[in-house]
């Protein structure tokens, strides 16, 4: 009885947590272009429309199809699929729930993307032409701590993350979940569940940036020290 009583305390954890990043959006498209130099600046269907309605790019659903058929053949079954409600990732996940007919559809406010505030839509050029003070202040607290005027640090996200995780130890424990959101939340999943440095973070996301619909997956390990935790099974892992 004791047995069985230590091991239900050390399974506080989902058996498996799957991340997935939402497919390429209508943004993502465009910031490839502005990165090479092809545009200057967004068009009006990323400036004029608020960052929780952009969609998915046609090539954006395609990979989400894709990486359905991947997540079906590895894991079988999921037993709650959480999605951000911003409509990429949201149209991700519902894209995803059509290999999981039977599987509980959530909308969880705290996986949402990050908050840009005054920075968003606005290309680097744009924000030092715009707004010179907020870019120095960029350039001194760098991208971990940097808080945009009205938005969001990575240690803001962090905090919500955490709440999150809470509640999937109190009340999903030994389940399969799955959580369809945004880069900047999974490097924060990244952050709490591995405990990782400030450094440590920024290093991975510079040498392996998080693709569109990448796939990162935690296993529970009873055999991890000191004690039985999620451990990384898959990092920025493409189906498509």
Known sequence: MKKETQSKIAQKWPHYLVLVRHGESIYNEERELVNRGVLKTYSTNVKEVRNADIPLSS????????????????????????????????????????????????????????????????????????????YKRKQKEKKYYYRPIGGESYPDINLRLW?????????????????????????GFRKLLEKLSEKE????????????????????????????????????????
């Open 163 to 187: 709440a999150f995780l809470n509640t999937l130890v109190r009340e999903h424990s030994q389940k399969n979940i799955l959580v369809v959101s945004h880069s900047a939340m999974m490097l």
């Open 59 to 134: 090539r954006g659903q395609k990979q989400a199809k894709k990486t359905a058929l991947y997540l079906k053949k590895k894991y079988q079954n999921f037993d709650l699929i959480f999605t951000s409600p911003f409509k990429r990732a949201y149209d991700t996940a519902r894209i995803i729930s059509r290999q999981f007919g039977q599987t509980k559809f959530i909308v969880e406010e705290r996986i949402r993307e990050k908050e840009f505030g005054i920075a968003d839509g606005l290309t680097p050029d744009e924000l030092k032409t715009i707004f010179p003070y907020e």
């Open 201 to 240: 973070l920024l290093k991975i996301d510079q040498e392996d940036d998080i693709k569109n619909c990448a796939i990162i997956s935690y296993c529970f390990d009873p055999k991890l020290k000191p004690k039985p935790k999620l451990r990384l099974d898959l990092y920025n892992k493409i189906a498509w």
